[in-house]
């Protein structure tokens, strides 16, 4: 889960990390009272989960009230790839000798966390690490004891971050780490830390990503949690419990299991056609979870044909069937040619009571996919 | 012969009175599993599906001479729980809990790494040697014994593909899910090595996913290791970055590690032929046979 900056910077600010002065707004009028109370020069910034939004004109500086409301009416409900504009965060604009970069993340293949410093902030991290990585200090952290205060030093120093700020720079990196752990951040980063020509440090921007899987233990970052933005389906998904990702073919795909259902989706590609979701009902797929998925896919305007593929190993047959049954016999007309493959656990049972009238019946996982790319090339004819 | 785990492997099962360890202990003991012990906080001297249950696994260790457990704790309590099972301490623990913390995984990974305790999983679907015993949820009439070792991040993807050989009379000395998720305690690697110490073994399927380099890790382990045989499929091609696609672990990042192109590269590289569809990978260790 991605936390807004705004939101992360009231988690780091709450810790201790310096942040500059700021309001949130959502009209033109709001900004205005913002920036009277902040002064200028003023950042005024789309609070939006969209990579580089300066770029994409979602941050504008502005030194006078004209050039503030100018770029609060430019903003406020801009289109920024795919995502409607609803606030800006309006900051204090940050007067800066040199841009620095911190940041904490987990290490998959040691299965560690690490933690990262580089002069070369204000700029995409990731690019730094492909082509000059030696510009990034490491540090692994135990997660048993934490980041020690020396390795905080230790990483800070191999950076090459100017001394004068060496030990400010260290106790952020420190205070971003605690959260890290405290908050179960999936990963958390400064970027940049800006130098003033005081020599103080501020974090100019903020992201945050936390552990889904650690919602249950973190309540107050839940409660920042928006309904997933930009897509009514995943929203839906969501609500029924079920992993779903939208894609942009015509090939609508149901299944169990992760890996079955992404395999059936470069199976859809393999044979010519084209996937345009990923829906993992899970296990024990009952006659209303079946109805749900069914809706879900009939739903999305771009499918033209479906694939159910079931393995049964907890989840029966049997039950699957009726319950793809119970579901098409609600609707009048079926929307959707749907082709179901059902193996595992009473597999043969449930294909004698699949109604053939409203399905597609095939054997092979292979044979069934197949079948729905014709189907999905016959409609699209 | 087989890895891991057989008939002598005996079980506590961890979370035993709950709905799945229920259901999936009355499973196991119906496949021939010698589920010997239960072990639940609170619930010791009752008894499930005719098993005694402990209130802690190192009694249930103690009395019961358990050696390895299965794990249906909730994910709150799971790390908590797989920590109880390096403790007691068992051979083998198989932790089938989906949506464990990363946080409390990286802890219990740090203590794999300072005891002789296995660890299989989290978010997998368990082990099964056919005909001697399973330790998870695999449905056991999809496998058969014989002479080809399977390891998989997924559970549903691992019954396709066995029944893929099943049907072609091709058995399975064991079969391994090793989990969806990021941080896991066996890897591709270690159940490569083990198949390969295996002299009953005679090919292995190994069946990867986007996400992590474990399968790159795998590749370089094959080439420079291994004289087994080993057929590969890589799920995944088709998701996009930046997605979850289910597993926790299934996830190519935005700068493009982890997707099924370089996993796919990487064990042609090793000379590991990979599959378009799970039929295919059938036919790859048809020829190995």
């Given at each position: ?33 913002a ?39 430019s903003?406020?409900g ?54 000059t ?50 908050r ?14 005081d ?38 998904a ?12 015509n ?8 890996g ?20 993992d009902?899970g ?77 597609q019946?095939?054997?092979?996982l ?16 | ?38 072990a ?11 098993v ?5 696994v ?77 330790l ?24 396709q ?7 072609r ?55 420079e ?25 299934a ?25 378009d ?13």
């Amino acid at each position: 889960m991605k936390l807004h900056e705004y939101q992360a910077k009231r988690v780091f600010a709450d810790a201790g990390i310096p942040v500059p002065d700021s309001r949130l707004a959502s009209t033109v009028e709001e900004v205005m009272d913002a920036v009277e109370e902040i002064g200028y020069p003023a950042a005024i910034k789309a609070q939006v989960h969209v990579g580089g939004r300066g770029k994409a004109g979602g941050i504008e500086i502005a030194t006078d009230d004209g050039e503030a409301r100018e770029a609060a009416e430019s903003i406020l409900g801009m289109d920024l790839k795919g995502y409607t504009v609803e606030r800006v965060l309006v900051e204090t604009g940050v007067d800066f000798e040199t841009e620095l970069y911190v940041g904490v993340t987990m290490d998959r293949g040691e299965g560690e966390p690490v933690a990262m410093v580089s002069t070369e902030g204000g700029v995409d991290i990731e690019a730094v690490a492909e082509e000059t990585p030696e510009r990034i200090a490491r540090e692994h952290v135990d997660p048993a004891f934490g980041l020690h205060p020396f390795q905080a030093r230790k990483v800070v120093y191999e950076a090459g971050i100017p001394r004068d700020v060496a030990g400010d720079v260290a106790s952020i990196l420190s205070t971003l780490y605690d959260l890290y752990e405290s908050r179960d951040a999936a990963d958390i980063e400064i970027n940049p830390v800006m130098v003033t020509g005081d020599r103080e440090v501020v974090a100019a921007d903020a992201v945050m990503n936390v552990d889904e899987d650690a919602l249950f233990r973190q309540p107050e970052l839940a409660e920042m949690e928006e309904e997933a933005a930009g897509d009514d389906l995943e929203a839906k998904a969501d609500e029924y419990g079920f992993d779903y990702v939208r894609l942009s073919g015509n090939v609508g795909i149901i299944g169990n299991g992760a890996g079955l259902v992404m395999t059936t989706l470069d199976l859809v590609d393999h044979y010519g056609g084209s996937p345009a979701n990923f829906l993992d009902v899970g296990g024990g797929a009952k006659a209303e979870r079946v109805t749900h998925a069914l809706e879900m896919v009939f739903a999305d305007e771009n499918v033209d044909s479906v694939v159910f593929n079931i393995f049964g190993g907890i989840t029966r047959g049997d039950e699957v069937a009726t319950g793809i049954n119970e579901a098409l016999r609600r609707f009048d007309e079926i929307p959707k040619p749907v082709v179901v493959r059902l193996a595992g656990t009473n597999a043969e049972e449930g294909m004698e009571i699949l109604d053939e009238e409203l399905v597609q019946v095939e054997g092979t996982l292979e044979n069934a996919v197949q079948r729905a790319v014709e189907n999905a090339q016959e409609v699209a004819r | 012969m087989s890895i891991f785990v057989d008939d002598d492997t005996r079980v506590v099962v961890q979370g035993i009175t709950g709905g799945e360890g229920k259901f999936h202990t009355e499973q196991m003991l119906e496949y021939g599993t010698n589920v010997v012990a239960g072990a639940v906080p609170g619930k010791g001297g009752r008894e499930v599906a005719g098993v005694p249950v402990y209130d802690t696994v190192t009694e249930a260790a103690r009395e019961e001479d358990a050696d390895a457990s299965v794990v249906f704790v909730p994910p709150a309590f799971a790390g908590d729980a797989v920590f109880e099972a390096l403790d007691a301490p068992l051979d083998l623990a198989v932790a089938i809990t989906e949506g464990i913390p990363t946080r409390d995984m990286a802890k219990v990974n740090k203590r794999l790494s300072e005891v002789d305790t296995r660890l299989l999983g989290p978010n997998c679907p368990g082990i099964i040697t056919p005909g001697e015993a399973k330790l998870g949820i695999l449905p056991g009439d999809v496998f058969e014994s014989g002479d080809v070792g399977l390891v998989s991040r997924s559970g549903t993807l691992t019954y396709q593909v066995v029944s893929n050989l099943t049907e072609r009379g091709i058995g399975q000395t064991t079969a391994i899910g090793i989990g969806g998720d990021p941080i896991i305690g066996t890897s591709f690697v270690d159940a490569l090595s083990a198949f390969e110490a295996d002299p009953d073994t005679d090919a292995v399927v190994m069946c990867g996913e986007i996400g992590g380099e474990d399968e790159e890790q795998a590749a370089e382990f094959i080439a420079e290791n291994m004289d087994t045989p080993v057929a590969g499929f890589i799920a995944g091609r088709t998701a996009p970055p930046g997605k979850r696609m289910g597993h926790a672990g299934a996830i190519v990042s935005g700068s493009g590690t982890g997707t099924a192109e370089s996993k796919i590269g990487a064990l042609d590289d090793a000379g590991v032929p990979v599959g378009d569809t799970p039929d295919e990978v059938a036919d790859r260790v048809e020829e190995f046979l």
